[in-house]
């Protein structure tokens, strides 16, 4: 079910929304054992939020999200709920306050299932670094669904939870959705607020959710969406509707093809399916522009300098005094960031590493403006591989940052990536990546749903 | 490898980062942290000479709020989540 399909239903009276809640937890309770995408489960809470909304629905008010079941991942501060990041750190931490995020899904009618599992403090890109043991991907439960927004994606994919809230800080939400035929969208830095979510790297964290279809997605975001006087990374930029020009023709679309992210490593099965999603778009009016962006190779050092430092300041704060335990409880892979970025902040090494990635990341925002005077879009493989076998790449750390290659650089330029079921090898989804610039959702959103409605890959269910 | 790290950088970077490590831990950090290290000296190759720093992708600055006293959590609320409480107030190590 859709988030459309679900409102559809609830305001026809075809289902309450305490019937579509006690429906999805009874999915997460026979489901979730065996994929472990959810930490906590709110069932008191959201059949209590599932019963007012019945009476909302029944007084005729007709919000977004009204009556739908949506999990969040545990970054999201949940005021009451607890709230862990996917690490022991946080294990008993119980905000006192929502997310702004959250705030406004609330005041949308949306109804908070749970929490989601996830790598914690959002640091991976498989979910196996969680605190909590890994989610499974339930295309193939010896594979990953990705990460770090494991949880949220899994909770979508196999049906626990209509719509859920990632991360997105280094490909967070697009490589989950890549890997569990889900439409991921990383908003544009400053688009939705990030106040009330846990921080990882203040100048890279984008808010945005996971969905079964473009049209969700952008319902989603016209309600996370704008301006909010708690975060003042926010520029003032109108938030236009989303949802009113999805259909329009994207003939003459001008669409990008970096040579650089058709790497060598890039699987040849992975590289077939994202040519013919090319075709497809041919086929329907666009016309598909072979572009360069020079600095590529350089993107995962200088996001991992970048990253390591901000998240290295940020995790300072959880020292177990305010709220937490002490930082023996930190795992490995939190520990190795900590450690990176104290060490390219220090004394004798800060120009060298920290300064320089600096100079880097104008260089590759540079390369994307440069494209963007030529073309409207950029399309790419999301993820250069296919999802790998859970702990395949446990020992070695660099091989999983890797994996990173084609997304980091939209969180070091600020700018809007949307990942779409493009079609699947050997049973297992491959995303397609579109790029656009600041701001330019309502473009990515057009893009995206004239290749969905032109075919069927987002159909396609799991066999769980 | 001249990158790698020594264990005396190790456990100085320790330090400065507020964690500790066990004794067994100590050689797998310290190979996993130079691999990394060692990837990152591409950045090198560069000439960044003339380029400016981009600290942040949004053009904004100063951005301030208006200076209003607001209510903000009650003590309970504000201490509820510490493990170490006495009196309503936060408890640390004593420092002198």
């Known amino acids: ?464 | 490898m001249d990158t790698k790290l020594t264990q005396e950088e190790v456990k100085h970077i320790a330090l400065l980062a507020n964690l500790t490590f066990k004794e067994e831990e100590m050689d797998k950090f310290q190979t996993q942290l130079s691999s990394v290290l060692d990837y990152i000296e591409k950045l090198q190759k560069l000439d960044v000479k003339n380029t400016r720093e981009t600290n942040q992708v949004t053009g904004l600055e100063n951005i301030t709020s208006e200076d209003i006293p607001q209510t903000s959590f009650k003590q309970e609320e504000a201490i509820s989540n510490a493990n170490k409480q006495k009196n309503g107030t936060f408890t640390v190590k004593a420092i002198f």
């Open chain 1, 1 to 464: 079910m859709t988030i459309i399909e679900a409102r559809k239903k609830l305001k026809a009276k075809e289902i309450s929304a305490v019937e579509l809640i006690k429906l999805y937890l009874n999915r997460i309770e026979k489901l979730d054992p065996k994929l472990n995408a959810f930490l906590t489960v709110s069932k008191e809470n959201a059949l209590e939020s599932a019963k007012k909304a019945d009476v909302l629905i029944s007084q005729g008010h007709d919000l977004p999200l009204l009556g739908v079941p949506i999990s969040l991942k545990d970054m999201y501060l949940t005021k009451n709920i607890k709230t862990t990041a996917g690490s022991k750190v946080l294990e008993n931490y119980i905000p006192q306050y929502d997310a702004t995020s959250v705030e406004r899904l609330k005041s949308a009618g949306a109804i908070i299932i749970g929490k989601n599992n996830q790598d914690a403090w959002a640091h991976g890109s498989s979910g196996e670094n969680s605190d909590f043991g890994p989610t499974l991907n339930p295309w193939d439960k010896s594979l990953v669904p990705g990460g770090s927004s494991s949880g949220p994606a899994v909770a979508v994919s196999a049906n626990m939870a209509i719509a859920s809230g990632g991360t997105d800080t280094g490909g967070s939400i697009r490589l989950p959705a890549s890997f569990c035929n889900l439409v991921g969208l990383k908003p544009t830095y400053g688009r939705v607020s990030r106040y009330g979510v846990i921080a990882m790297g203040s100048s890279l964290d984008s808010i945005g959710h996971l969905t079964k279809t473009v049209e969700d997605s952008a319902l989603y975001l016209q309600v996370t969406a704008g301006k909010d006087e708690k975060d003042s990374t926010m520029p003032n930029i109108e938030v236009p509707d989303y949802t009113k020009n999805l259909n329009k023709n994207i003939k003459g679309l001008k669409i990008g093809i970096p040579k650089e992210y058709f790497i060598k490593g890039l699987d040849p099965k992975v590289e077939t399916v994202i040519k013919q999603a090319l075709k497809k778009y041919e086929e329907l009016g666009a016309k598909i522009i072979e572009i360069s962006l020079p600095h590529t190779e350089y993107a995962i050092a200088c996001y991992y300098i970048i990253m390591s430092a901000e998240v290295s300041s940020n995790l300072a704060r959880y020292d177990g005094i305010r709220y937490g335990n002490e930082r023996a409880f930190f795992g490995d892979e939190a520990k190795r960031r900590i450690m990176l970025g104290t060490y390219t902040l220090s004394k004798g090494y800060y120009d060298a590493y920290y300064k320089r990635s600096l100079k880097v990341r104008n260089l590759l925002c540079e390369d994307f403006n440069n494209a963007f005077k030529t073309v409207d879009v950029i399309a790419t493989p999301t993820s250069p591989t296919l999802p790998w076998e859970l702990g395949e790449k446990a020992n070695d750390p660099l091989s999983m940052y890797l994996s990173d290659i084609l997304t980091v650089t939209a969180n070091l330029t600020g700018i809007p990536g949307l990942s779409i079921p493009a079609g699947f090898v050997n049973n297992l989804p491959v995303g397609l990546q579109l790029l656009g610039p600041q701001f330019s959702e309502s473009l990515l959103f057009q893009a995206g749903f004239a290749f969905e409605q032109a075919t069927a890959w987002h159909l396609k269910e799991p066999n769980i």
